[in-house]
């Protein structure tokens, strides 16, 4: 139940086992006993602070968690953080997964080292990627099983993307985009309690390469078969 050795929680001083806020909660877990809380007790400050953990680099991101909230307001002024990927080190790719704007709706951020082309034709260093597929609205008192994915581009091309799938629902799927223009990998991973009011938490949370799914195997394809012709049962 411990978040240390494996998780750096020296931002919260004195590295506590369990952090600070965020921290290890008994209150609403989605499975076994704990899960990550963050208490939000003013929306105009800052809320709390991050753990840290580095993973295996890989250029094809894959992460599952399941998210639940309780009395939450998200913040109105920015963005409320909830997850950055990025390469343990300087420059490359870096993913923030966040809602944004006060809305209740998960979406990402790129941010890159050189100005690229957004999806919505501008040219900069930092890329939005809103919901664009379905909208999946983030109710309080509800776990979500919430997947993300970014795959980084090959170095000069054009050929990342970054997707949110809700319970299963495709909500965000942004293509063709440039998220590095080197070779740097995805390789550390910062959880964030910062701006809102209210509890969130955090439960089974899974980085991995391929797609992990919310029952712990990839989804298979549930489309029905076509009805066969020419059949008769006797």
Known sequence: NHLTPNWNTSACGGSPQDG??????????????HSLKSHYPDITKQAGTYIDRDYLPTSNLWMRLYYYTRNFTYFTG????????????????????HMMWGDNQMMAKTTHNVAFTCPNGAVDTACSLFPNMAVKHLANDTWYCIELHALANTPGAANGM??????????VGHYNLQLRSDSSQFSYLSHYTQMGLGDRYVDDLVVADTRIGCSGSPPTDITPPYAPRGLRVQ
């Open 20 to 33: 600070c806020n965020a921290a290890i909660s008994t209150d609403v877990p989605h499975s076994g006993t």
């Open 78 to 97: 920015a963005e409320t953080k909830l997850l950055i990927s990025k390469p343990n080190g300087a420059g490359g790719p870096t993913m923030y997964w």
């Open 162 to 171: 970054v997707e949110v799938f809700v319970d299963g629902t495709q909500t």
